[in-house]
């Protein structure tokens, strides 16, 4: 079993929807919760972390961390094709080493 | 011009071939990572650095080796590259922030094909 699951989908999604994207892990020792951007021939770069649990809000992304369940989300709102990338989630103990998830495509479509 | 560079930007090879990647930053950071991204398997940590003199295997270092000539470069070799290493790679750095966390940044990637 992985230690980080995610749907690759892909996602495809209307101009100014609400889309949601998961995942789901194993180890309940994961402190830091991150979310990536990756834009096609691009490294990823950081959209949001969360460290334990809890909600954070960065305009229109939110990133939510539920250990109960090792469950975390990331909802963008009023999503543009600007947005249209691929989404990894990832993980960490101590924030030293990171564990990602595989991926999920996002099309937005105007 | 970008923090992390990373040459080549692709690559293609033979099976048996040794093969250098290397990695760049002007971040000023002390810690950089190899990883590499494949369809379905996502990224996955090769070898880390956290200094000069620190080397440290990541989930799956066998089949590559690791040289951090300077705190600005790190260098991904595979000795003896084989078809299944055929995979995107990417080179991060990162250093701890006031709040103790470590966000990494990565370079543009280098695309290699093992024949």
């Known amino acids: 079993q992985k230690e980080v699951e995610q749907d690759p989908g892909p996602l495809s999604v209307p101009e100014g929807a609400i889309v949601s994207l998961n995942c789901t892990y194993s180890?309940?020792?994961?402190?830091?919760f991150m979310w990536y951007r990756q834009y096609s021939r691009k490294g990823p770069e950081l959209l949001m972390y969360t460290y334990s649990s809890g909600n954070k809000e960065d305009g229109r992304f939110t990133a939510q961390v539920d250990k109960s369940s090792k469950y975390i989300s990331l909802f963008i709102r009023d999503s543009q094709p600007s947005d249209s990338a691929t989404y990894l989630c990832a993980m960490s103990f101590t924030g030293n080493q990171f564990y990602f998830g595989t991926g999920t495509s996002l099309t937005v479509i105007p | 011009d970008a923090d992390v560079t990373q040459t080549p930007r692709n690559r293609i090879t033979k099976t048996g071939k040794r093969i250098m990647l290397e990695c760049s930053q002007t971040k000023g950071h002390d810690r950089m990572y190899w990883y590499r991204q494949d369809p379905g398997l996502g990224l996955r940590l090769i070898y880390y650095?956290?200094?000069?003199?620190?080397?440290n295997k990541g989930e799956i270092s066998d089949g590559y080796s690791v040289s951090r000539q300077a705190q600005a470069k790190f260098s991904l070799s595979l000795e003896s590259a084989i078809p299944n290493q055929t995979a995107l790679y990417f080179c991060a750095t990162s250093d701890l922030d006031r709040s103790n966390y470590n966000e990494q940044f990565f370079g543009p990637g280098t695309r290699l094909t093992v024949l």
């Open positions: 650095s956290f200094d000069v003199k620190d080397i």
């Open positions: 180890n309940s020792a994961f402190q830091y």
